[in-house]
C-alpha cells in the first residue's frame, strides 16, 4: 500500500495448471498447521475489538477516503468493508496545516480499515483470508502486513507483505508485492501480477501466504504464483522478514495508483468470510517454521510479471 517506488524486481512468467480451488483449511490440517488466531466474523455487529483497531481519517496515499468504524460491520457471517460517497468533517482538521492529512477540511468518500496492531502479531505462519472484492473503478481492497516496528524504524524499513492488493480498473488481475529497504534509505520490491478468468468481484477466492525464514510463498485457490526468498532482503538482524508483523484490512479509493472513482458504483462493499493464521508446531515454540506443504495448481489461472505502478 506504500507509495515510494524506487526499485523494483520483477519476476519472469509462467502459467500454473491443475485443480480450480482448494479449500486451505484441510490442506493446513494434513500438513500439521496449527490454528492460531482467527476471525470467522460470526457475531453480527462491530469487528470484534479484542482483535481489530480501527484507523481514523486520512492515512495513506494521500487516498480521498476518510476512515471511519462506521465503515466496517459484521453481517450475514462475513465483514463487510463499505466505501461509500458520503461527506464528512475532517476530525484532524487544522486551518493552515501542510500535512495533507490535517489540511483536508472535508471528506468526500468514507471508508474503513482495520489492523490487529496492539492487539496481535505474528513471526512467520500462514496467512489466509477468503474475500469477494468490491467491484467500480478507483476500489483498491488489500489484505497486508507491516512491521511491528514502523513507528521506531519507518518505511520500507519495517517491511510490508501485500498479500492481495486490487485495482476495480483491472478486474481479473491480483497484485502481490513484497517491500523493504535497500540499503542507504532506498526502497526495493519483487512484486507478481496474477490473472483470473474473470473479474475478482464476481465471486469468492482465497488468497494465502506462507511466510518462513527462508521463504514467502504466495498462492490463490490453492495456485502457487510467486516464491520470495526472504535472504533478498539481508541476511543481518535488520531483515524485516525474521520480524513480527501485523495484519491490515482495508479498502482505499483512488489516489495516484487506483486512478479515478465511478461514484456510480458506490457505495461498493469489500466482503471477507474469514481471515485465518496457522503457524507449525515449531514456530509456536521457536519462531522458526518446516517447509511448506505442496500446493495445488490450477488451469483457470495465469501468472505474469509486474510492473513499477505507482
Known sequence: MQIKWQFIFLIASLVITGPSHRNYVGA?????????WQDNFAKPGHPDPAKWSDERGFVRNKEPQYYQPGNAVVRGGMLVIEARKQRVANRQ?????????????????????????????WLYGRFEMRAKLPAGAGMWPAFWLLGTDISKVGWPECGEIDVMEWLGREPRVIHTTVHWEGGHHTHQSQARLFTLHS??????????MDWSPKHITFYIDGAKYFTF??????TGADNPFRKRMYLIL?????????G?????????????????????QAAQASG???????????????VGKASARR
Not at 493446513?28 to 492460531?36: D, F, I, P, R, S
Not at 479515478?260 to 507449525?280: D, G, M, S, T
Open 28 to 36: 493446513a490440517t494434513a500438513a500439521k498447521w496449527h490454528l492460531v
Open 93 to 121: 482538521y487544522r486551518r493552515g496545516a501542510k500535512n495533507w492529512r490535517y489540511a483536508r477540511k472535508w471528506a468526500q468518500y468514507t471508508s474503513a480499515s482495520l489492523t490487529t496492531l496492539g492487539k496481535e502479531s
Open 288 to 302: 522458526q517454521h518446516s517447509p511448506h506443504p505442496p500446493a495445488q495448481k490450477s488451469p483457470d489461472r495465469h
Open 260 to 280: 479515478p472513482i465511478n461514484n456510480k458504483a458506490l457505495p461498493a462493499k469489500y466482503e471477507i468470510r474469514y481471515i485465518r493464521v496457522y503457524q507449525r
Open 229 to 234: 526468498n526472504v535472504s533478498a532482503a539481508g
Open 250 to 258: 482495508n479498502l482505499a479509493m483512488g489516489g495516484n495508483w487506483a
Open 199 to 208: 473479474s475478482a468481484a464476481k465471486k469468492f477466492h482465497t488468497y494465502c
